[in-house]
């Protein structure tokens, strides 16, 4: 079956730039997770959805970042006024509920000139 | 906090050998614990799930084991092959959140 999609794969924009990166689950899972992941370091937890609510954001960085879930399925990772700092590898990843394997996307690379 | 210690950070070996991945962690308060390989410009590919009353897991020729109460996970790869060049991470679920390690890059030379 269809795993975890993400779009775009690259994302190249400016300094002080709004982008955002959207998330498809697999079918099914109620839970979607957003993680970084920085070059040569493992993926550090972002954001957590449980539903269309999110359950836990104590690891967005600051304000500039903001996550949506609205229909329980499709999630969209919101940056503002990026900086070169943001410049990462966004992974997203899905599972059928709470505490369950989760399966990852093959990320969005994410350059802040 | 959590903290996850992957040893080494790198391991060169010839094709055929066993190897053994190491991974240690600060907080044994887990669910389970997830291991993951990572190809280069990839995404994370999940290769286990041991859940925290497991002592063991296994597929194929990988074997990871759980000792929640040390705080220690091991995989264990039998006879290894170039394909299992890649980098191998281990993450802890500490309230549904995974906390990864900085991954052991393994590469299987021919």
């Known amino acids: 079956g269809a795993g975890v999609s993400q779009t775009p794969s690259n994302k190249v924009t400016e300094k002080g730039k709004y982008v955002e990166l959207r998330c498809d689950p697999i079918s099914g899972h109620t839970a979607l997770y957003w993680y970084r992941q920085s070059l040569g370091q493992g993926p550090e937890f972002l954001i957590y959805?449980?539903?269309?609510?999110?359950?836990?954001d104590s690891g967005l960085p600051n304000d500039r970042f903001f996550a949506v879930r609205p229909e329980g399925s499709v999630s969209t990772l919101k940056i503002q006024r990026t900086e070169r700092g943001d410049s990462a590898v966004y992974l997203c990843?899905?599972?059928?509920?709470?505490?369950?394997?989760?399966?990852f996307g093959p990320g969005t690379r994410l350059t802040v000139l | 906090k959590q903290e996850v210690t992957q040893i080494p950070a790198a391991l060169s070996v010839p094709e055929g050998e066993n190897l053994v991945l190491n991974c240690s962690f600060t907080d044994s308060a887990i669910y389970n614990l997830q291991w993951f390989r990572q190809d280069p410009g990839k995404g994370l590919t999940s290769l286990l799930l041991?859940?925290?009353?497991?002592r063991e897991q296994t597929s194929g020729r990988l074997n990871a084991s759980l000792d929640k109460s040390s705080g220690r996970s091991t995989l264990y790869i039998a006879a290894s092959q170039p394909g299992d060049s890649a980098t191998y991470l281990c993450?802890?679920?500490?309230?549904?959140?995974?906390?990864f390690g900085s991954g052991t890059r393994l590469l299987v030379r021919p």
């Open positions: 993450a802890p679920d500490s309230s549904y959140k995974l906390i």
């Open positions: 041991i859940q925290s009353s497991q």
């Open positions: 959805f449980q539903g269309t609510g999110a359950a836990d």
């Open positions: 990843a899905s599972s059928l509920d709470l505490y369950n394997e989760q399966f």
